[in-house]
């Protein structure tokens, strides 16, 4: 049976996200911003985890696979139990938006549930769990990546900043570039605060043009942090091969 969310840590932030405004801020800008989703104290126990070992499946040094510089660590199973509400709670409101787009873009859509996602990935050979939590230090930044990690890839994800920009750290903005067919890149610089959360599709997403709607490729980075340290969660639904 799936776990209730009666068991997890309070969210209040989750149950009043105005999907269909998040929803149209993807169709509009490329991404949306939730506003805070975490308090203080939550972000802070998910920058302590970080040196937690046996939270971990495992550990990325970005440098040595030239993805930028800096460490990311991809929690093992059973996720942390905020990790776990956050995954959960937040899949059915991006499952509308994905179906919808699955829709207009004439492919499969998505179950209702994260449970249903999670089987569907099991049935496909991805068993291993994708949340992460990302640190960089001065110099540190991240390349323009998709997380896509095998055939079955659920369309949006998100990020959640743990520490205060300008306080903790200076530079390290998230950086989204849009790559429109025959068109040039368009980019993209969000700033979130504190606990504040950033939803983007992790491959692409429909864009309507004057022939229907085409498929619009975006990938996300990070630009150098230029002093103290930055933390990211980060929440992808589809599981790993
Ligand atoms: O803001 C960041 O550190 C990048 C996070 C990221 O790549 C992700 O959440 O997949
Ligand atoms: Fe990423």
């Known amino acids: 049976m799936a776990p209730t969310t009666t068991d997890h840590p309070a969210l209040p932030a989750l149950d009043g996200l105005d999907w269909t405004g998040i929803g149209e801020s993807l169709d509009r800008e490329g991404y949306a911003a939730t506003g805070r989703l975490l308090d203080p104290a939550q972000c802070a126990e998910m920058i302590d985890v970080f040196d937690r070992d046996e939270a971990f499946r495992s550990t990325v040094e970005m440098a040595r696979l030239s993805f930028g510089e800096g460490r990311y660590r991809y929690f093992a199973d059973p996720l942390p139990p905020l990790v776990q509400t956050l ?21 499969e859509g998505w179950p209702a549930e994260h449970e249903g996602l999670v089987e569907r990935c099991a ?36 990020l959640i900043m743990l520490n205060t920009p300008d306080v903790d750290f200076t530079g390290g903005e998230s950086v989204f570039v849009e790559q429109r067919p025959r068109q040039q890149s368009r980019p993209m610089v969000v700033r979130p605060g504190l606990g504040e959360g950033v939803v983007f599709p992790v491959r692409y997403r429909p864009k309507q043009g004057s022939r229907g709607y085409h498929r619009v490729q975006m990938r996300h980075g990070v630009s150098a942090v230029h002093s103290g340290q930055r933390h990211v969660l980060g929440i992808i639904f589809h599981n790993a091969r």
């Open 87 to 107: 995954r959960e709670r937040l899949y059915p409101g991006l499952a509308g938006v994905a179906n919808r787009w699955a829709e207009v873009l004439g492919e």
């Open 123 to 158: 049935a496909a050979g991805q068993h291993k769990p994708t949340p992460l939590v990302l640190r960089y230090g001065p110099t540190g930044y991240n390349c323009l990546h998709q997380d896509v990690y095998g055939d079955l890839t659920f369309p949006l994800q998100l």
